[in-house]
């Protein structure tokens, strides 16, 4: 059995005005105007590594649980049809597949998951259906890497509302606020003729009982903090930031290749911290040697002209260790995933 999160939008999320009633066909030609909103669920896929979602025509093959719209949902569903959809300008987008109970009446539809990023605020149209859709389960849009909620002093906050000035928690010196912030788009075109650019997902719980509190979707060289008693053995302290394409040997944690590409959201402070990102601590930007390389040469030098105190930055100490052990890395998160949690909260 394979299973995944996935982010799934009730009827009322995407037609508050609709009633939930007649036939699949009926509503071709309907617009909604996308508003946010969604919850984050389980998928159970019981096609074992088959990994995606679509029309399993044997009837209902797999089970969708946790809670919709305040509502609980533990029931065997299936991808019945999806919607192909277009946005203001008459340009198509992609597809929003129906989780419904094996029946075209939408009266069945639990949910709505979409395999591209819609846009708050855009309206869209439904143009057609696809009756046997499928799609990797990685294509699915689960609001990240844009959306991941950033701890600050004022609650958490979506990592692009991040702003300059702003006080994040951070694991080892409270409040402090952000001196610069950035961002990289990364295509799906760039993902896939460098396929080290991928993202690397961790999907809820995968670290541990409730680490993350929700999927994580970061770099692939983003460091995160993990705590064990191998870690211990391995390198003298129960505690190592690794980064995240190190973990992959672990069930849960995996690279994706998203469809609409991904946005890699940069937070510097003064010294190089650990914020909790989903509930789990991730780190900082670190200002170094390779930080050229990560975010290229004009951000660097907008950093130094905005902030030059981070031109002597020293690398946080749990990360450090990582750093002088990063050629044990692999082998550490091949001996953890035999032995669970990777994460304990202390």
């Not at 605020?121 to 294509?139: I, K, M, V």
């Not at 402070?269 to 975010?295: D, K, P």
Request: overall charge negative; some cysteine; hydrophobic content about 35%.
């Amino acid at each position: 059995m394979a299973t995944y999160d996935i982010l799934v939008f009730s009827w009322n999320d995407i037609f508050p005005s609709l009633t939930q009633t007649g036939g699949s066909l009926d509503f071709i030609g309907e617009t909604f105007t996308f508003n946010g909103g969604g919850d984050i669920v389980t998928y159970d896929d019981r096609f074992g590594d088959r990994n995606e979602l679509g029309d399993n025509t044997g009837g209902l093959d797999d089970f969708l649980r946790g809670t919709i719209d305040g509502q609980s949902v533990d029931t065997l569903i299936n991808p019945e049809y999806a919607y192909e959809i277009t946005d203001s300008n008459g340009v198509a987008v992609g597809k929003m597949y129906a989780l419904t109970k094996a029946t075209d009446a939408v009266s069945s539809i639990e949910g709505f998951v979409f395999d591209f990023q819609p846009i708050k605020g855009e309206t869209y149209t439904l143009t057609g259906r696809d009756d046997f859709p499928q799609t990797a389960s990685s294509n699915l849009y689960i609001c990240f890497v844009n959306g991941t909620l950033i701890d600050t002093v004022d609650g958490p906050v979506a990592v692009e509302d991040i702003t300059a000035g702003m006080k994040v928690i951070t694991r080892d010196n409270g409040p402090q606020p952000v001196l610069w912030v950035g961002s990289a788009v990364h295509s799906f075109a760039e993902i896939s003729s460098n396929p080290k650019s991928a993202p690397v997902l961790i999907n809820k719980g995968a670290l541990g009982d409730g680490f993350p509190e929700q999927m994580l979707m970061i770099s692939p060289q983003h460091r995160i903090l993990v705590r064990s008693k191998v870690a211990q053995r391995m390198f003298g302290c129960d505690e190592v930031m690794v980064p995240a394409v190190k973990l992959t040997e672990l069930d849960g944690v995996e690279r994706v290749s998203p469809q609409d590409g991904v946005t890699y959201h940069h937070i510097l402070c003064a010294n190089h911290e650990m914020v909790r990102a989903n509930g789990h601590w991730s780190e900082t930007l670190y200002f170094g040697e390779q930080t050229e390389i990560a975010i290229g040469a004009e951000k660097t030098k907008e950093i130094l002209a905005e902030c030059s105190e981070v031109e002597d930055m020293q690398m946080h100490p749990l990360a450090l260790i990582g750093e002088e052990n990063r050629g044990r890395l692999k082998n550490f998160a091949r001996r953890m995933s035999k032995r669970r949690p990777l994460y304990i909260n202390q």
